[in-house]
């Protein structure tokens, strides 16, 4: 005798998504479920395609129907997923982007726009839509990490507009100061002039439809930082540092910054980079050149969770001035990458299920 949906449901109500601490029917994340004799099929709806917990979700379908409906079932569970937000009709600009993410540090050279840049180029590759603006509107290394320096982006006009078409390299959508700039050529312009031009990136460009917008910041607590959380709801914030105790102090501040009362942008994680150095030719060993597990600390101490540690490797460096970012590459580094972009999809999972909309920062005029 076959089982009945509901008998299926039941069983799969048993389930929980670890995260998100709900069970999978309450979810809604069990979606077309078929019977058919001893065959049972339905799809599991994931928050993210990058979800570290795929394979336990998925056998945990598979034990509950065999222990609880049939153990001789013909399970087959299609593991699917749609992005979550909690932004859409929450501002006219980017109403497509469901998800925003700022990537800061307190500190220049810690590696952030190439944490950036790994980040995006994952994540897309786990198969989510996903863009990149290079807000270092000073000092863009984006168009260089991504091998595109001397493309320009096209333009279309939209409804009387015209509207900037980003490049798209990696399966990342890009835009960047430095495709509209030579690239011998310092930008000199005051704070506003820097902001206008943020601005125009957010309002003038097709992003389309994407599960994340990473915003790859300028070092400090700049204009910038404020003109974002002012035009846009963030969905969060990742800070990115070394362990090293200077870097760890401005790392401080830039993390103060986004929980200010006014602010208030949640943190969705720290992440270590160049935790330890390892030589290519010693690959088992680590050396721990700007201290050890000072980004993890950072994370506890701050309640925050600690999204994980890149190691200084000689192969990363090589791939960001080569154009092709590591986290593409068939390379056991690749693999620090690809757990970072898991983690930082669950966070963001977990942030749109457990807090409030971020709102757009509106300062006062006095």
Not at 37 to 53: D, M
Not at 182 to 204: C, E, H, L, T, Y
Request: net charge negative.
């Amino acid at each position: 005798m076959s089982a009945t949906k509901e008998e299926i449901l039941k069983a799969l109500s048993t389930v929980e998504d670890p995260d998100l601490k709900k069970d999978l029917v309450t979810l809604n994340m069990i979606q077309n479920l078929v019977v058919d004799g001893n065959r049972i099929s339905f799809k599991v709806v994931l928050t993210t395609p990058a979800c570290p917990l795929k394979e336990m979700i998925k056998n945990a379908c598979e034990e509950a129907i065999h222990s609880i409906v049939n153990s001789n079932a013909d399970i087959a569970i299609e593991m699917t997923s749609s992005v979550t937000t909690i932004r859409l009709d929450n501002t006219p600009l980017l109403p497509n982007v469901k998800n925003i993410v700022a990537v800061a540090s307190g500190k220049g050279g810690v590696g952030k726009s190439t944490v950036t840049a790994n980040l995006a180029a994952a994540l897309a590759k786990q198969g989510a839509k996903v863009g990149l603006l290079d807000a270092d509107i000073y000092g863009p290394s984006i168009p260089t990490m991504f091998n595109c320096e001397h493309e320009k982006p096209g333009m279309r006009e939209v409804n009387g507009k015209n509207m900037i078409v980003p490049l798209e390299q990696y399966g990342v959508k890009l835009i960047s100061i430095g495709f509209l700039t030579p690239a011998d050529n310092a930008v000199v312009w005051r704070g506003p002039m820097a902001s206008s031009a943020f601005k125009q990136f957010i309002s003038d460009v097709l992003w389309g439809d994407l599960d994340y917008l990473f915003i790859d910041l300028p070092p400090g607590t700049s204009d910038i930082h404020l003109t974002l959380v002012q035009t846009v709801p963030v969905t969060g914030v990742i800070i990115v540092t070394t362990p090293q105790k200077v870097a760890l102090a401005d790392a401080t501040k830039g993390l103060s910054m986004f929980r200010q009362p006014q602010i208030n942008v949640p943190i969705l994680g720290v992440v270590e980079n160049m935790a330890f150095f390892t030589p290519e030719e010693l690959p088992d060993s680590k050396y721990y050149i700007f201290g050890k597990e000072g980004g993890k600390l950072l994370a506890e101490k701050h309640g925050v969770p600690f999204l994980g540690e890149i190691p200084l490797i000689q192969g990363i460096r090589e791939s960001g001035d080569n154009g092709q970012p590591m986290s593409i590459k068939e390379d056991m580094t690749r693999t620090y990458f690809a757990k970072l972009a898991e983690n930082v999809a669950q966070q963001i999972a977990i942030r749109n299920a457990k807090l409030e909309k971020t709102k757009t920062v509106v300062v006062n005029q006095n």
